[in-house]
């Protein structure tokens, strides 16, 4: 079993739809981080969070370290939100490391 | 503030050579850390490094890999006598702090094919 489970795999939506993903991870973390990998392959950090939500923009994202999950939600989707979003944590090893541990991602698709 | 600098994007080696990999991290950032997407898998933690330091190098493989960071200049990742199994795309982060609670920002990434 992965340390970092996320779901779904794969995703389709109509543009305007809310879209939920979800990460679900076994091991303690020091924080948890969203990335987004563009078709091109360049990653960007969206969120870092280790408790509570974050919100940016139409993205929103909410953290329970007593359940071990985090969500990662994006309202009125656009087709140029259509990409690959990464969940990954930062196990913490009774002190902060650097290494993160990662999920395999969703691929998000939205279509006009 | 130029973000982090991978070079080179594309690289192409023959099975025995060498393949060097650049990473300048972003002006003030003295963390850097090197990661591996192999082709259709998900991303792996390779190495860890301050200036200077190896932090953790729990995930480069034993062999043939090896990765610093000098007082001055950008981190290399190097490996050396290249198979076929190195091609993936290797990404450079760096964080102005230790990466579990500093954000990490990601350079465009090296892809490595080995013919």
């Known amino acids: 079993k992965n340390e970092v489970e996320q779901s779904p795999q794969n995703l389709t939506a109509q543009e305007g739809e809310f879209i939920t993903i979800n990460c679900s991870y076994s091991?303690?973390?020091?924080?948890l981080h969203w990335l987004q990998q563009h078709p091109g392959g360049g990653i960007v950090s969206l969120f870092m969070l280790s408790s509570g939500k974050k919100k940016h923009g139409r993205l929103i994202a909410t953290i329970n370290i007593q359940e071990k999950h985090s969500s990662l939600h994006i309202t009125a989707s656009h087709p140029r939100d259509s990409a690959v979003y990464i969940c990954?944590?930062?196990?913490?090893?009774?002190?902060?490391?650097?290494?993160?541990?990662f999920g395999k991602g969703t691929k998000l698709s939205v279509k006009p | 503030n130029a973000g982090v600098m991978q070079n080179p994007r594309h690289l192409v080696r023959r099975r025995g050579q060498e393949a060097r990999l650049r990473c300048s991290p972003m002006?003030?950032?003295?963390?850097v850390y090197w990661y591996r997407q192999l082709p259709e898998e998900g991303l792996k933690f390779m190495v860890y490094?301050?200036?200077?330091?190896?932090?953790?190098e729990s995930g480069m493989p034993k062999e043939r890999f090896s990765a610093e960071f000098p007082k001055e200049g950008p981190s290399i990742l190097r490996i050396q006598q290249v198979v076929r199994g190195d091609s993936a795309a290797y990404f450079c982060a760096s964080s102005p702090g230790t990466g579990g609670l500093s954000e990490q920002f990601f350079g465009p990434g090296t892809r490595l094919t080995v013919l």
């Open positions: 002006k003030g950032h003295s963390h």
């Open positions: 990954a944590v930062a196990p913490f090893y009774g002190g902060s490391q650097g290494n993160l541990i």
């Open positions: 091991v303690g973390i020091s924080a």
């Open positions: 490094l301050q200036k200077e330091n190896i932090i953790d």
